[in-house]
């Protein structure tokens, strides 16, 4: 069992940064690969940024890739989200989720946070 507690989020002009974290607790965190999603106002949650286990391979999104990186520090338990030169269609909640097996489906996740509010404004 794996709770996850996303914070972070909040107000910035386009062009700002934002910084989200996600802390897990549990011993066994180093056992699953991690992903940030995101999900608009009438959109579907979609795949924002993943991690495996080490944080040796990441991978991300089209739409974020060059101004958003995951990371992750297993011994504080933490993965984090760096998002640089955000736009107004960046807006959404983002969730932070655990994967036994990876990748960027969101049925391969079995644990999801609460979510935290990002909004861009132009």
């Known amino acids: 069992q794996v709770q996850l507690v996303e914070s972070g989020g909040g107000l910035v002009q386009a062009g700002g940064s934002l910084r989200l974290s996600c802390a897990a607790s549990?011993?066994?965190?180093?056992?699953?690969?991690m992903g940030w999603f995101r999900q608009a106002p009438g959109k579907e949650r979609e795949f924002v940024a993943g991690?495996?286990?080490?944080?040796?391979?990441?991978a991300h999104a089209d739409s974020v890739k060059g101004r958003f990186t995951i990371s992750r520090d297993n011994a504080k338990n933490t993965v984090g989200l760096q998002m640089n030169s955000l736009k107004p269609e960046d807006t959404a909640v983002y969730y932070c989720?655990?994967?036994?097996?990876?990748?960027?489906?969101?049925?391969?996740?079995?644990?999801w946070g609460q979510g935290t509010q990002v909004t861009v404004s132009s």
């Open positions: 989720a655990a994967s036994r097996g990876g990748g960027m489906a969101l049925a391969r996740y079995d644990y």
């Open positions: 549990g011993r066994t965190f180093s056992s699953y690969a």
């Open positions: 991690i495996s286990r080490g944080g040796g391979n990441t």
